[in-house]
């Protein structure tokens, strides 16, 4: 099971930080990601790291300003937001997928977290 948070109301070019903590099974031997899905939007992947962290991957569109990371002795997985724009608010969730399987792709993720709001006003 995984479940996101730390999201919230922020002003464009503020920051946040959302949490993903899993519970119920061990994630260190999955990849993690991040997506995200705008009002009348398809789902889209923002950012992605393999099971030991040493590889990321970002969308272009947060690429500079988003970092992912991943604690694995707390079995959580972060995603640091800086210099939000009122074009990241969405609501986002956390994603586990069986390494080797591909970082971006939607139908890789196996296991999702319940999503947690990010509203950037401008």
């Not at 922020?10 to 920051?15: F, T």
């Not at 991040?34 to 009348?40: L, M």
């Amino acid at each position: 099971q995984l479940q996101a948070s730390g999201g919230g109301l922020v002003q464009a070019g503020g920051s946040l930080r959302l949490s993903c903590a899993a519970s119920g099974r061990t994630f260190s031997d999955y990849a993690m990601g991040w997506f995200r899905q705008a009002p009348g939007k398809e789902r889209e992947f923002v950012a992605a790291l393999t099971w030991g962290g040493g590889n990321t991957y970002y969308a272009d569109s947060v690429k500079g300003r988003f970092t992912i990371s991943r604690d694995n002795a707390k079995n959580t997985v972060y995603l640091q937001m800086n210099s939000l724009k009122p074009e990241d608010t969405a609501v986002y969730y956390c994603a586990a997928r069986r390494p080797g399987s591909s970082a971006t792709f939607r139908g890789a993720y196996v296991y999702w977290g319940q999503g947690t709001l990010v509203t950037v006003s401008s």
